[in-house]
């Protein structure tokens, strides 16, 4: 019997990328139970972007910031593990596939995540330097190698339960949501853990 995973994508504004990063999640090859886009006050077309596709749209009146949202989806999310895909991200089709026994058979793990890479032409300067010197793209690293890591959420398999008994992301906070959960999770008997073999690309031109 497989084991359910909720997902979820923050959105603000990113009609360019969102269906790319929900078709990520839709084509994983464990497939998830249920996807909710948190739609955080956006004034673009987001939304329109995703009619027809079988995801939960949970839309903001206005926009709250990046604590609120992620606190809110630690909420809706039914399910134990729960994968986060960034709108302006997406996922390898094996994300889900590789990170969920990892971090099933790892107790004290409370989050597994990859590297991100730049996806796309690079025809512009800006693409060029997020290549090689945000993402590093030229490094190359062991297959198949786990690490400990701090917190990422912007593509990232996490475990429920540890994020709430660690009193959840603060939703006061509309930035560096990530790193005070992180320091969090590293004054607790929980570690975070990353994967040579879990790949997030960035859509963003």
């Not at 809706?76 to 709108?87: R, S």
């Amino acid at each position: 019997k497989k084991l359910k995973v909720s997902a979820y994508i923050p959105c603000y504004n990113n009609e360019c990328s969102i269906t790319t990063a929900v078709n990520s999640i839709l084509e994983q090859s464990h497939p998830v139970d249920e996807l909710i886009v948190i739609d955080d006050g956006s004034s673009d077309n987001s939304c329109e972007k995703l009619k027809g596709l079988p995801v939960h749209i949970h839309k903001l009146k206005t926009n709250m910031g990046r604590g609120y949202v992620r606190n809110l989806a630690m909420r809706l999310c039914k399910n134990e593990f729960v994968l986060c895909c960034d709108a302006t991200n997406c996922l390898g089709s094996d994300f889900l596939k590789i990170a969920l026994p990892i971090l099933v058979e790892k107790t004290k793990a409370c989050s597994i995540s990859g590297a991100i890479k730049s996806t796309g032409d690079k025809k512009n300067v800006v693409s060029r330097w997020r290549s090689r010197h945000l993402f590093k793209d030229y490094v190359t690293q062991n297959p198949n190698s786990i690490n400990r890591s701090s917190l990422i959420t912007y593509g990232t398999l996490i475990k429920k339960s540890v994020i709430l008994k660690l009193e959840n992301f603060n939703p006061n906070l509309r930035h560096s949501e990530d790193e005070d959960m992180a320091q969090r999770i590293n004054q607790s008997a929980y570690y975070s853990l990353g994967h040579s073999d879990l790949r997030i690309f960035c859509t963003k031109t």
